[in-house]
């Protein structure tokens, strides 16, 4: 039988790192005075560490960031 077991986890690591949409469940800033809470917004993360442990850095964007992946 074969399954669709979903995204590797080296595929969810690559996405992580491109512009994409999600819904902002807790605020979140997107400008010096500007933070959008229960609506969609782009982020594109950054992860610092190695494969021990580490985090991941987040930049949010109201809008759809223009000549970004």
């Not at 979140?28 to 609506?39: D, M, N, Q």
């Not at 782009?42 to 964007?61: A, I, N, P, T, V």
Request: hydrophobic residues 30%; positive net charge.
């Amino acid at each position: 039988m074969r399954l669709n077991c979903g995204p590797s986890a080296e595929e969810k690591y690559k996405a992580k790192q491109q512009w994409h949409q999600i819904f902002a469940l807790w605020p979140r800033r997107v400008g010096p005075r500007t933070c959008i809470w229960l609506a969609n917004v782009w982020r594109k993360g950054e992860y610092y560490g190695d494969s021990l442990g580490g985090f991941w850095q987040f930049e949010y964007s109201e809008n759809q960031p223009i000549g970004e992946g």
